[in-house]
Nanobody
Framework: QEQLVESGGGLVQAGGSLRLSCVASASIFSLNPMGWYRQAPGKQRELVAAITSSGSTKYGDSVKNRFTISRDNAKNTVYLQMNSLKPEDTAVYYC?????????WGQGTQVTVSS
């Protein structure tokens, strides 16, 4: 069964840090590129960071130099280290493939940054 389970969100003050984790089923993770997405209230879901199976990364302009994506292929897990958080980073964060077709979305993890 394909499954994505995100965790690690919470409430943090501006300037703080959080580390998100996403455990994927092997059928999803495999050697596929993975991404972290976020959806803020009233906005479309957007890709914020992605990583290939070999570790190449890419980031959205709004999170460059603040967020770091990484993966542990042995644990089918992808991480998102978020530093220098801003109120505009407030959103539900999801992981999924960084290729089409996407897998079914997990429940996401809420990140709230207070000013």
């Amino acid at each position: 069964q394909e499954q994505l389970v995100e965790s690690g969100g919470g409430l943090v003050q501006a300037g703080g840090s959080l580390r998100l984790s996403c455990v994927a089923s092997a059928s999803i993770f495999s050697l596929n590129p993975m991404g972290w997405y976020r959806q803020a209230p009233g906005k479309q879901r957007e890709l914020v960071a992605a990583i290939t199976s070999s570790g190449s990364t890419k980031y959205g302009d709004s999170v460059k130099n603040r967020f770091t994506i990484s993966r542990d292929n042995a644990k089918n897990t992808v991480y998102l280290q978020m530093n220098s958080l801003k109120p505009e980073d407030t959103a539900v964060y999801y992981c999924n493939l960084d290729q089409w077709p996407l897998s079914s979305w997990g429940q996401g993890t809420q990140v709230t940054v207070s000013s």
